[in-house]
């Protein structure tokens, strides 16, 4: 993830018990996924797509190969709501890395959706249109896969771009990204009085198999409930 206004912090110890997971795209280069499973990581998202057209050349690489190992995966599309209609953004995803199947290492797809690394950090669009946009995004990519999109964003960027909305709160399951030494995150507006399902608290992580930093994340529930979501159970 691009991480736009996010300050990178030291994780605590507290951050690395229970179900672990990371995030990862072309940046990583080649992964030893046998290695990422063998230090104890049982999950991970993989870059798919960004935009329209955009495909990561990694995936078609890491996503088997991290089925393989026996880490449980899915692929995450980096929005770019100023380039075409949330709908035409959740087919491309599905028709490229986001499609979803009951295996028991396959989780729902994600939308990612934070600050625009290139320009305006709404993207030139209104509350209303952002509203609009992400919702389209998510009717679209259900009745292509049957499963609800997880939502990864920062309370910041959400509670700025969609005025607060708690719309999605109740449908999405939320994947927040604060990178802090607090031992919980801070939600976006709708997810205050639920749970998060994923937290990214750290871009600044290592693990073995990855060269370099990695983000680092954690699945607030055991395996058994992270396989239960991978098999929409």
């Known amino acids: 993830m691009f991480g736009g206004f996010l300050t990178a912090t030291p994780a605590s110890a507290s951050h690395y018990s229970g179900v672990q997971g990371v995030d ?3 940046w990583q280069g080649s992964i030893n996924w046998s290695a990422v499973r063998n230090d104890g990581i049982e999950f991970a998202y993989i870059k798919a797509t960004e935009g329209t057209s955009y495909t990561d ?6 996503y088997p190969n991290a089925y393989y190992a026996g880490v449980v ?3 995450y599309h980096f929005a770019r709501p100023n380039y075409s209609a949330g709908s035409t953004q959740a087919n491309f995803f599905a028709s ?5 199947s009951a295996d028991d290492r396959t ?26 946009w992400i919702t389209d995004f998510y009717n679209t990519y259900k009745a292509r896969t049957g499963r609800d999109v997880v939502i ?35 939600l976006p507006a709708g997810w205050n009085n639920t749970f ?19 983000d ?5 529930g055991s395996r058994s409930r992270l396989i239960a979501l991978a098999n929409n159970t």
């Open 196 to 214: 998060w399902t994923f937290w990214q608290y750290t871009n600044s992580g290592s693990v073995s198999g990855i060269s370099g930093n990695v």
């Open 73 to 75: 995966r899915g692929a």
């Open 152 to 186: 990864y964003t920062t309370a910041s960027w959400w509670n700025t771009c969609t005025n607060y909305w708690s719309g999605m709160a109740s449908k999405s399951p939320l994947w927040v990204a604060h990178w802090t030494s607090s031992e919980n995150p801070s």
């Open 24 to 26: 990862v795209s072309h």
């Open 57 to 62: 050349p990694q995936f078609n690489s890491n």
């Open 107 to 132: 989780l729902p797809g994600v939308l990612d959706i934070e600050n625009n690394p290139s320009g305006a950090m709404c993207y030139g669009l209104s509350a209303s249109q952002m509203r609009s």
């Open 96 to 100: 490229n890395g986001g499609a979803w």
């Open 216 to 220: 680092r994340n954690k699945f607030n």
